[in-house]
């Protein structure tokens, strides 16, 4: 398993096996040029350098045939002549006879019969050397000096001749070493069988060499092209738009096609987990939209509504102090009937009020007062609403949580934020009950302050959530409230170019406010 664990190592494996075939089929190819060799060499040594009976058979031939030949045995010079072509036939035959003799003596093992055998031959060929030798001194008859006694005439000398010429025949016929032919049909059987046996190994390995390549070829496909090919389909599908799809595992091991899957799989996660906040973003954006487009149209009607209703409602309260006045002035000792009347007038006069601190705020609803933006620090700003709200005696058994670890600054009006921290500080503190606890945060990044309000309150329901910024909109109860305080803020908070976020688990789990701030105002970069 350890060639298994890494598609590199697999592949080294791959090529280590079809390496392995490779040599086994050319173990066979080699040594089968070996043997050709040895054969050649066999062929050739017993063609070329082996003893051959058949030319020294010739030569010991040829030694007769001279002494055949017409010679006028009256003239010296004649039988000289013949003497010496008779002499140089000897010769020759002696010399091919040495070469015989050296040919056998350097025999290779696998053709020599035997020991025996050949020292047999040379036995013979020594008989041979003895026949050339009685006939090399039968040579000085032929031509004798003239004062010297012929022992043989001619024609004895052609007879005994002729006998030497026989034996040394029979003597070459009955050599062991002779046998030329069959050794050369042993060598070729055993050439033959060595083919035979080279043909079968070769058949076994390349069938062998076939099914192992065969087999590394399917595995291959397997290990890499059908892989790889899954791995593309997979890419292509995410690609596509299938972000919920995940490639499967393409490998038990845990190697470098298991690590592309899993980076592919991480991406596509990614991917998915972008595309599903880039969706929470949009419909954030859409509802902040339609929220801000509802508070505009909300605001323009108000505001004409405020301007209209602000001058009756002025009158409706001079009316009243008018009335008071004219019953005070009117009965020096005023009954029940006056002082119910001035009941009545004082209530007129208050609902006047009132209502004209309701248009007051429509009014203020309605501006797009950016106020003066400058560099403030919101650490010190939540420190003064705090002083404030501690001064509040209804608040005194509530707790208000805030630990900055250093000076958070940012452009911003400080008048319109510390209304802001206010509003929300105060939204919380009522929502929790006694001995409740309320935590202010602030969070410094690179481009922007994250002010947080959370409490541990009474919480708020899904449709709260939705409808928490829209004007008049409010669950206190008694009429407590105009349901304008969270409108304001969000219209400020949207002057500012930034962004407020409700969050809450459910009734009875708390409410946490989120207030995204730039740190830098695109109206004081403009200028």
């Not at 620090?377 to 501690?390: K, S």
């Not at 608040?395 to 250093?406: H, S």
Request: glycine content about 6%; charged content about 25%.
């Amino acid at each position: 398993m350890f060639f298994m664990c890494s598609f590199s190592r697999r592949l080294v494996s791959l090529f280590c096996l079809a390496l392995i075939c490779l040599l086994l089929l050319s173990i066979p190819g080699v040594t089968g040029l070996i043997w050709h060799r040895d054969a050649v060499d066999d062929l050739d040594f017993l063609l070329y350098r082996s003893p051959d009976e058949a030319r020294l058979s010739r030569h010991v031939a040829h030694i007769g045939e001279v002494l055949h030949t017409q010679v006028n045995t009256n003239y010296p010079e004649a039988l000289r002549q013949l003497q010496l072509e008779y002499q140089n036939r000897i010769s020759d035959a002696r010399e091919e006879l040495l070469e015989f003799r050296s040919r056998t003596d350097s025999l290779r093992p696998e053709i020599q019969q035997d020991v025996r055998q050949q020292q047999m031959a040379l036995e013979r060929l020594d008989r041979i050397e003895i026949e050339l030798g009685r006939l090399l001194r039968l040579s000085d008859w032929i031509a004798p000096p003239p004062d010297e006694e012929v022992p043989a005439t001619l024609v004895d000398i052609r007879f005994q001749t002729g006998v030497s010429i026989a034996r040394m025949q029979r003597t070459l016929d009955t050599l062991p070493t002779s046998q030329t032919r069959d050794r050369m049909a042993r060598t070729l059987e055993r050439d033959r069988n060595r083919s035979s046996y080279l043909l079968a190994l070769i058949a076994i390995v390349t069938l062998f060499s076939g099914l192992t390549l065969t087999a590394l070829l399917y595995f291959g496909l397997r290990w890499v092209s059908v892989q790889v090919r899954e791995l593309a389909t997979g890419c292509i599908r995410i690609a596509d738009g299938d972000i919920a799809y995940r490639l499967p595992r393409l490998s038990r091991w845990q190697d470098e096609l298991a690590d592309v899957v899993d980076g592919v799989n991480s991406i596509a996660d990614r991917y998915q987990q972008s595309e599903e906040d880039l969706q929470q973003k949009v419909r954030e954006r859409s509802d902040q939209l339609i929220r801000s487009q509802r508070l505009a149209n909300v605001g323009f009607l108000a505001a004409g509504v405020a301007h209209e209703i602000n001058n009756p409602l002025q009158a409706i309260s001079m009316a009243a102090d008018i009335v008071e006045m004219r019953v005070r002035s009117l009965n020096a000792e005023p009954d029940e009937d006056v002082h119910e009347i001035i009941r009545r007038a004082a209530m007129i006069r208050t609902e006047s009020s009132r209502c004209g601190d309701i248009t007051r705020r429509l009014l203020d609803f309605s501006r797009a007062d950016h106020g003066v933006r400058t560099g403030c620090d919101l650490v010190g700003l939540v420190d003064e609403v705090r002083a404030m709200i501690g001064l509040m005696g209804r608040f005194g058994d509530r707790r208000v949580i805030f630990e900055p670890t250093g000076p958070v600054t940012a452009e911003v009006s400080a008048a319109q934020i510390k209304q802001v921290i206010l509003n929300l500080t105060a939204n919380a503190l009522q929502a929790v009950s006694d001995d409740g606890e309320v935590e202010i945060r602030l969070i410094e990044q690179v481009d922007y302050v994250v002010l947080t309000v959370r409490d541990n309150g009474c919480g708020m329901t899904e449709e709260t959530l939705q409808h928490v910024f829209d004007p008049f909109y409010s669950e206190r109860q008694g009429g407590q409230g105009t349901g304008l305080g969270l409108s304001i803020i969000h219209r400020i908070i949207e002057d500012h170019d930034g962004t407020i976020t409700p969050f809450s688990d459910g009734p009875g789990k708390g409410s946490t406010f989120s207030v995204r701030l730039p740190r830098r105002s695109r109206h004081c970069s403009a200028a």
